[in-house]
């Protein structure tokens, strides 16, 4: 608990810093290896899904904010199923997306006044002398109240199409994705699934690529 603590301390400083500064990453293009998993349902369809030419542009953001992050990605996703199963298919759908995960959220920074009263040791901040300062008495300087909670992960939909006998493809080229209010690094992951539904069973399976930061 000491732990987490310190590490949230340490993101609230880096709140301060961030709020209003400009976004200073570059753009870079990231190219990601393909995925892919098979199954075959209990009443015996064969079903294939596999994630391939998946990349993401990496962008400064639109913003220009230290605490934004801004993206487009592709990706396709190849759905076969074959096989004669005992039970008519009666459907099926292939989804895509991304796992997208930050390490701390910044929920809002509000400046102020601190007054410190009493044996106190502290490191001002502005336009007071930088550094420690330790005493017995009373003095002004001024804060940042960083309102911080544990990061989230989020599960983003991006695109999904109903899928046929055979083979079925949901492509997706550029696909904008942002998320505001992120302290530290922020996990990207691009997933795609699928679900068969039969007369007498209802499966899937989801297969995810690699997992890489923005």
């Known amino acids: 608990m000491k732990h987490v603590k310190t590490v949230m301390t ?6 301060a810093a961030c709020v209003g500064l400009p976004s200073v990453a570059q753009a870079e293009v990231i190219t990601l290896a393909p995925h892919e998993r098979t199954i075959t349902t209990e009443d015996g369809w064969n079903v294939k899904i596999r994630l391939e030419d998946e990349s993401w ?10 605490t934004s992050r801004e993206g487009y990605g ?4 190849v759905v076969e199923i074959s096989g004669k199963g005992d039970t ?4 099926a759908q292939v989804s895509v997306g991304y796992v997208m995960g930050c390490f701390a959220t910044l929920n809002s920074v509000n400046p102020g006044i601190q007054l410190n009263v009493g044996p106190n040791i502290g490191f001002n901040v502005g336009p007071l002398d930088p550094g420690l300062r330790a005493g017995v008495g009373a ?6 109240n ?7 992960i989020q599960t983003v939909p991006v695109s999904s199409k ?4 055979t083979k079925t493809v949901v492509q997706v080229r550029e696909a904008h994705m942002s998320m505001d209010g992120c302290l530290g690094p922020l996990q990207v992951r691009a997933y ?4 068969i539904d039969t007369k007498e069973v209802k499966d899937g399976t989801v297969v995810y690529g690699d997992t890489f930061p923005i």
Do not use: Y
């Open 192 to 195: 795609a699934s699928v679900g």
């Open 88 to 91: 008519p298919l009666k459907g």
């Open 162 to 165: 109903n899928a046929e006998k």
């Open 146 to 152: 960083a309102s911080i909670s544990p990061g989230q």
């Open 57 to 66: 542009n990496k962008v400064p953001t639109t913003n220009m904010t230290g």
């Open 74 to 77: 592709s990706l396709r996703a």
């Open 139 to 144: 003095f002004v300087q001024p804060s940042v």
């Open 10 to 15: 340490g993101a609230a400083l880096a709140a």
